[in-house]
């Protein structure tokens, strides 16, 4: 099994007018020899296109990769991108491809990735949202 292609999908629309909250989601699609298909996510900030444009060259060296490969792979990442492999474009889109590995690694085995990593610690989460900036109002 090798990783055979990825596709970026940048979600929304950016900084919508008087919308200091608005933002993008940027999704990695990854898909193998076999036919997984994995996803993962990177961070974007407000510099949507420098990250999409690091996912496209972590997608050339991952391309022809084992997912299983996790260390192997992010080694290759390194050596190809030495210089840059701690800025923030190349972490969070380094992040994003591994995180599909582990996904097509998970549905490979048929477990879910915290079965992965080390199990659950917890059965429930408290959930916690707050999204009252400066120029929310009341729907």
Known sequence: MEIRDFEVYQLGSGVAKGQTWASSAIILKVTTSDGVVGYGEAVPTLRVQPVIASL?????????KD??????????????????S???ESTTALSAFDTAC???????????IHALIGGS??????VY???WYQDCVMP
């Open 56 to 64: 496209r060259e972590v997608g050339r060296v991952y391309r022809g």
């Open 67 to 84: 997912p299983f490969n996790f260390e192997r792979n992010r080694w290759e990442w390194y050596k190809h991108d030495f210089y840059l």
């Open 86 to 88: 701690e800025s923030f």
């Open 102 to 112: 582990w996904d097509v690694v998970g549905k490979v085995l048929g477990v879910p």
């Open 121 to 126: 610690f917890r059965d429930r989460v408290r």
């Open 129 to 131: 949202a707050n999204g």
